[in-house]
């Protein structure tokens, strides 16, 4: 009877039939067991069947062989305490099918990798992180070209970037979002974090920028950015400069009915009445005394003439963005146009919301509440309800509220829905607000279905 010791104090009983194992340059004299005693008692366990476990978590009854070679022929759980000290003496395994490919330094260094950056009007702050989230490194590069691809080049030397997250695809993110996408990197627009995020983390570029990119690896509270390239971009271009007009055009109708209001009384009792068109024209033709402009009664009409002009002038600005808007519009959605009670700027208005790349609308209830035209559940316990939703594209929503309006004054089957909603209880705002869901789904048709020029691109 032979032993086996592996500590101080500790020896386990085998029996006979030594055989003698190489270990490095020499060799090991190891009594052959022909049954092995559990480890939880040091008695034999007797032929308990395949799969029982011993008292420390061992298969008991395992045979444990070797073959002449010193080898094992058949070995015992490895989760058995025995085996891993009798493991321990044994010659490192092989065979090529167990054994590990090593790792050279070129397969480590490509790695995946994720990227976010947090911009700004002059500089961009980038961050890289890996699979796991571990923070890479963090840099700085100015907003401009040479800026976005050092930014580029940087993120790459880490590993394969993966995708990129980018606050404010639409503002000062607009460049860098359009040379990634042309270098095929996949890239998300990101919100920025959370309150209770930033008050536990802080807040810094660098913190925002490995936050995009945690965002972005995550693909929490992440969407496809709008392409920037096309037509509809076009569009957009051309409503901004229409919409400020107007606004400008309306502060000044404002204005000059608020200087009547104070006007001396016989130029008030004139000009009080009028309509617009004639009020404009009116005041536009006035013809003050400008050596006597120290008179209130002479800077008023000076005034009043100013404004009548800078009306009539913008006016006609917005008269020639309307000939530029209406053959652009029609040519990219001609059905969208045509629809009932949708026109040239209601049309103009959702496509630049929806984007030249409509396609990352995935349904007609995400086109919806992209608009702010979809309900929100506020149901508690059993309160069963919804709530208005003040998200979204407010101007989208504008949009759809027009076409609504329009209906309820011209379409017999919105007078229909109207009659049937107002008998089950329903006040005009709720009606209208079904009616904008109803719209923005009957819309979302027109908008991703191709048409001709898409087809023949």
């Not at 395949?50 to 058949?74: D, I």
């Not at 919409?243 to 209001?261: C, E, F, G, N, Y």
């Not at 719209?439 to 027109?446: H, K, S, T």
Request: glycine residues 8%; contains cysteine; positive net charge.
């Amino acid at each position: 009877m032979g032993t086996l010791t592996s500590s101080p104090g500790m020896s386990m009983p085998l029996s006979s039939h030594t055989a003698r194992v190489p270990v490095g340059g020499g060799t090991l004299s190891v009594s052959q067991p022909r049954r092995l005693p559990c480890w939880g008692g040091m008695e034999h366990c007797g032929p308990v069947p395949t799969g029982t476990l011993g008292r420390y978590g061992c298969r008991p009854c395992a045979w444990a062989r070797f073959n002449k070679s010193g080898a094992w022929q058949e070995a015992p759980s490895l989760s058995c305490p025995f085996a891993r000290l009798v493991r321990a003496a044994l010659p490192p395994v092989t065979n090529d099918r167990t054994t590990m490919p090593s790792i050279t330094p070129q397969d480590a260094a490509i790695i995946e990798v994720a990227g976010g950056v947090d911009t700004h009007s002059d500089t961009h702050t980038a961050a890289v992180i890996d699979q796991v989230g571990r923070v890479l490194g963090s840099e700085r590069f100015p907003a401009d070209a040479a800026g976005y691809t050092a930014l580029l080049t940087w993120m790459r030397t880490f590993g394969r970037l993966v995708r990129v997250g980018v606050e404010g695809t639409g503002a000062y993110g607009a460049g860098l979002a359009q040379l990634l996408r042309t270098e095929q990197v996949h890239v998300v627009e990101v919100d920025r974090p959370d309150r209770k995020t930033r008050r536990f983390q802080g807040k810094s570029d660098p913190i925002d920028a490995v936050q995009a990119a945690k965002t972005a690896l995550a693909g929490e509270r992440t969407g496809t950015p709008k392409r920037r390239d096309g037509r509809t971009e076009a569009v957009r271009n051309l409503r901004v400069a229409r919409r400020s007009a107007v606004d400008q055009r309306a502060d000044a109708q404002r204005t000059i009915k608020t200087l009547i209001v104070t006007a001396p009384d016989e130029l008030r009792e004139r000009l009080r009445g009028m309509p617009v068109n004639a009020l404009i024209t009116t005041c536009a033709n006035l013809r003050p005394d400008r050596t006597d402009a120290a008179s209130p009664a002479t800077t008023v009409k000076i005034a009043l003439r100013s404004l009548a002009r800078r009306h009539q002038q913008l006016t006609t600005e917005i008269t020639d963005l309307d000939d530029l808007l209406d053959p652009l519009v029609a040519a990219i959605n001609p059905g969208l146009v045509a629809a009932n009670g949708v026109g040239t700027d209601v049309a103009g208005q959702l496509l630049v919301t929806a984007g030249d790349n409509h396609d990352r609308l995935t349904s007609e209830a995400a086109f919806a509440m992209l608009c702010g035209a979809a309900p929100i559940p506020a149901s508690s316990g059993k309160t069963s309800r919804h709530r208005l939703n003040r998200g979204g594209d407010r101007q989208a929503n504008k949009a759809l509220y027009r076409v609504v309006i329009c209906r309820l004054r011209w379409d017999p089957r919105t007078h229909a829905y109207v009659e049937r909603r107002t008998k089950d209880g329903l006040s005009k705002k709720e009606i209208i607000r079904c009616l904008k869901r109803y719209v923005a789904r009957e819309l979302y048709q027109l908008i991703t279905t191709p048409n001709d020029h898409e087809l023949a691109a």
